[in-house]
């Protein structure tokens, strides 16, 4: 039966495709041990795009309407005017997520150095989830909030090792982090 | 030919086809009224599907439930309504006018001669015209029934169809649009048809409702007052009002007019007027700010060239589509303008 359906509607090609598809989802922190039927429900609303070198993924002060995970080649991230290179990202890195909860504008520009083939994961689509599945929209909207959490606290942590530092080069009293 | 022109080629042709797809419904216009109903029906209750996936089902069994729902409700309304709806054009069609009617419509006559008799008014055989007219209506709403029963049959089985996909697959026919979208157009196509479903999906949603309990809250007048054909007057002015400005007149003038006819009296009008304006009032202020969320603001003059153009286009059925219709272009303009600005195009 699956010989004869791979023959007529390619569906052992679709098959692979998908099971790929979720070992990817399944390393992206966000929807780590999730189910399978949990990551074939996300399946549904991933976009699949496909970028060329040099072509621009998102651009700096432009609305951020989701997140984007690269699901193979190389990408670059740059910001302010002079397009300072903060990272390098390959194959399973994910960047935008912010976005997937709040509307504020793009923080970097990200440009495709490779051919790369990225998969998307927004925001309207991720309000529709938590109306027709509200548990397993919940589920995904605490994960983000989560590794928005990790990031506050690294930056914290970042800001009082850079406040002793300079406490130290100036010998004035520390300044509260955020 | 450079690559960078080949791609941006290859990427748009799936748009200038779905381009010309449009184009081609829009000249073929029973198919388009069919898809657009189709689409309207399946926007409406898509919340109804949604709201029974939240409970666990899937999404193929929720929208089998959701036509299966609308189907028992289209067929027992039918079966209650349909006999009464024929019985009360039987009557019409008779031509039948009280005595006390036709005395009313002499007596019009008589001082329409007397006060207007400058314009130098003949003999106008009002009570014949209006016999005649009552006998056309009824006449073409029998030919209509019988001699389009095959195309109301067809239709009765497209539109619930076609609705079925749209319900089960609309999610992944929106995806696969959005594919096709070049890269660079992408994100910017995504927020403006998540804004343009959230503004159009509240607005025909309430519409939807909103005619529905007008035209409940009008037969049930209509019959309180004794007015014949109650149900279909009734159904007539659910549906006029989901016309902005002319609606509500259009739906009041045949309720008079028949209340006048039915008891001979022009101050039988009267209670239905009134009846109607009371109903518009609480229509107004208590029906809509709870069934429509948002409106999509519109000008008057641009409403009724709309009317005038779906009118013109497609008979009553596309005066009915012209509001919704103009008001996702207009929502389309706006949201689009908008959201434009927000991206650095070049």
Known sequence: ?178 | MNPSTARHSRELMPLLVALFVAILLLFIGGAAQTVILSLLLAYILDPLATALEARGMSRTLAVVVVVLLLSCLVVGAGFILVPVIFEQMQALQSGSTTEQASLAIKEIEVSLKSQLGFLGLGDMDLLGRIREFKTSIGERMFSFLLSDSLSLIIHGVTIPFMMFFFLKDGREMKKALVSMVPNRYFEFTLDLLYKMDTQMGNYLRGQFIDALVFGAMSIIALWILGVNYFVFLGIFAGLANLIPYVGPIAGVIPAAAVAILGSGSLGSAVPVIVAYFALKLIDDFVVVPYVVASSVEMHPVLVLVAIMIGGELFGILGMLLAVPVTGFFKVVLKEGISTYRKYRFT
């Open chain 1, 1 to 178: 039966m699956t010989d004869f359906r791979a023959r007529v509607f390619g569906y052992r090609r679709k098959h692979k495709q998908d099971e790929a598809l979720r070992a990817i989802l399944e390393r992206i922190p966000i929807f780590e041990g999730f189910s399978q039927r949990e990551l074939a429900a996300l399946e549904r609303f991933i976009h699949r795009r496909e970028y060329l070198p040099e072509e621009v993924i998102i651009r700096q002060d432009e609305p951020g309407l989701g997140m984007y995970i690269l699901q193979s080649g190389e990408a670059v991230v740059l910001t302010g005017r002079d397009e300072v290179q903060l990272s390098r990202l390959s194959d399973g890195d994910f960047f935008g997520e912010v976005s997937l909860l709040d509307e504020t504008p793009r923080s970097a520009t990200v440009v495709a150095k490779t051919h790369c083939q990225i998969l998307g994961f927004f925001q309207s689509d991720l309000f529709g989830l938590m109306e027709r599945d509200p548990r397993f929209g919940v589920k995904i909207v605490i994960r983000v909030a989560k590794i928005i959490g990790d990031r506050l606290r690294k930056a914290n942590q970042q800001v009082l090792t850079l406040n002793e530092q300079l406490l130290q080069a100036t010998h004035k009293s520390p300044v509260t982090p955020p």
